[in-house]
């Protein structure tokens, strides 16, 4: 799991990363896509992070409380205005036989700077070590570098979440530093890897 993507959208001044946009739709090996996360899927989100509470809560700060419909609906909203804008493109990855399904959610998060997104992700319990991860960030990063304007990508995880880490390892990503931060979830060490893939 690296750091993303029920928490709420960058700040409505952030500038946009691209004059560019991703596709809506993403084809994936073994019958997942990534599709561009709208309003209808909201609940469906909702309770795939519920489900998964105990799963996302070591690693992801947002996951402390169950998020309430009322709040999945607004960061829904929050999610689709920022992907219009151009500052963050949020997705779902769901079963291809089961339309509407959500296991994981991924991002490009424009949150690191001028002609960078970073890549976040987390993938169902139920869904991990089927190498969904792997090539949804694959697919991520080539896309992210197509982008006009966009030089790099980055994905963040802690020393400690080693699921997380082989990601962006197998995809051939550099570990460009590690940072020490403050924890603020329970497995967080505090200290930060930093991956990078330029264009």
């Known amino acids: 799991m690296s750091e993303t993507t029920h928490e709420p959208a960058p700040a409505p001044e952030a500038a946009p990363v691209t004059t560019g946009r991703p596709p809506e739709l993403i084809a994936l090996p073994g019958g997942v896509s990534l599709r561009r996360r709208g309003l209808a899927d909201a609940d469906p989100l ?45 997705y779902l990855v769901g079963l291809d036989d089961r339309p509407g ?7 490009l998060h424009g949150r690191i700077g001028p002609g960078a997104l970073e890549i976040g992700y987390w993938v169902s319990a139920d869904h991990t070590r089927r190498g969904i991860a792997t090539a949804a960030a694959a697919r991520l990063t080539e896309v992210a570098l197509a982008l006009p304007g966009v030089t790099r ?12 880490a082989a990601v962006p390892e197998r995809l051939g990503y550099r570990l460009d530093r590690t940072i020490d931060y403050t924890p603020t979830a329970p497995a967080e060490t505090g200290r930060k890897l930093i991956w990078v893939r330029t264009a």
């Open 153 to 164: 990508v980055e994905i963040h995880c802690d020393e400690g979440n080693q699921p997380s």
């Open 101 to 107: 399904s959500v296991v994981g959610a991924f991002g």
């Open 46 to 90: 909702n309770a795939a992070v519920v489900a998964n509470l105990d799963h996302l809560r070591p690693w992801m700060a947002w996951a402390a409380e169950a998020p309430t419909p009322e709040l999945s609906r607004e960061l829904a909203q929050a999610g689709v205005t920022a992907w219009d804008e151009g500052t963050d493109f949020m």
